[in-house]
């Protein structure tokens, strides 16, 4: 046996010296960012807790498939109720925490308005749900149509990378809209780091919308897409260039990222750029750079842009 086990003294790590090294740090950077002490516990959403409020939401919106393992269908109401009351009421003391932590850096509300604000942003929450339910059965129909591999929807649902990103951005996106984009982003990034699928809340997407394989599909904040519209691993919807402030400070919020119509197919790699619009019916082919309108029904493949960007754009 070595040395360190037989004494435990001799493994000491000076943890007193870390703890107040790594306390002067926190401190400087409260100082440097002009933070106030939190004296009443975290002031922020919990990114755990989110993550058990999503499997509960997912749970809740198909308990036969994504629910407990040994649910019945007669106990399903009963399932739903009971885990919609117990994460809604996680969820508003989430929202609570984003809308309190906003109220005390501009002093907008009182804290009697931050808990109707967020009581009020729960329930309009609750009542999407039968609508975010039906947007997730017509992605879940677009998968199992659009993928000759797809040997059921129950197959669709339970392994496909794409569905569960969308089930992760119908429900951030509708959080982002009610005004708690933290929340939202953190329910996005859940995804991202399970998937590999990054799609930022604000993005509106339509009905039916199908991710192939999904690895590496990046969409951005402003970015608008149609319904039935299908991309592949690898897709980049982005920004071209952010204007920027007399400081040099990019301007957020600006319409910056793709406007796809309907029925539009961008295949692997594709990237598109900048507030263009790509219309309805269009292909992107794999790994094309578009950072021009692209006209409806046109076909864009690497080939045809060197040879004639002309042809498919407008």
């Not at 009971?82 to 005390?104: F, K, M, N, P």
């Not at 907008?108 to 009542?127: G, K, M, N, P």
Request: with cysteine; net charge negative; hydrophobic share 40%.
């Amino acid at each position: 046996m070595s040395d360190l086990a037989l004494d435990p003294r001799a493994a000491s790590f000076d943890l007193q010296h870390v703890v107040s090294e790594l306390a002067a740090v926190r401190q400087r950077w409260r100082e440097a960012q002009q933070r106030s002490t939190e004296p009443g516990g975290r002031e922020l959403p919990s990114r755990e807790a989110l993550s058990d409020i999503v499997k509960g939401l997912r749970g809740a919106l198909f308990p036969m498939r994504l629910g407990p393992s040994d649910l019945r269908q007669e106990s399903e109401d009963f399932y739903v109720g009971h885990t919609l009351d117990s994460v809604l009421h996680g969820l508003l003391h989430q929202v609570r925490l984003e809308l309190s932590y906003a109220a005390r850096h501009d002093a907008s509300q009182s804290e009697a308005q931050v808990d109707a604000h967020a009581l009020h942003i729960v329930r309009e929450f609750a009542h999407a749900l039968p609508h975010i339910r039906e947007l997730l059965d017509s992605d879940v129909t677009a998968a199992f149509e659009g993928d000759p591999a797809a040997r059921s929807v129950d197959e669709v649902l339970l392994c496909y990378p794409g569905i569960e990103a969308m089930i992760h951005h119908r429900l951030a996106h509708r959080l982002y809209a009610m005004g708690v984009p933290l929340l939202a982003r953190l329910v996005a990034e859940l995804a991202h780091a399970q998937t590999g699928i990054d799609i930022h809340p604000g993005a509106t997407i339509g009905a039916g919308f199908f991710i192939d394989h999904g690895t590496g599909v990046v969409i951005g904040e402003t970015a608008v897409i149609g319904q039935r519209v299908r991309v592949y691993q690898a897709v980049t919807l982005g920004a071209k260039s952010f204007p920027t402030d007399a400081d040099g400070h990019p301007v957020k919020g600006l319409p910056r990222h793709p406007h796809v119509h309907d029925d539009v197919v961008i295949y692997a790699g594709a990237t598109v750029l900048g507030r263009v619009t790509i219309g309805k019916g269009a292909s992107i082919g794999g790994n094309v750079w578009v950072t021009h309108d692209v006209a409806p029904g046109a076909q864009v493949t690497q080939a045809r842009s060197q040879r004639d960007e002309s042809v498919a754009m407008l």
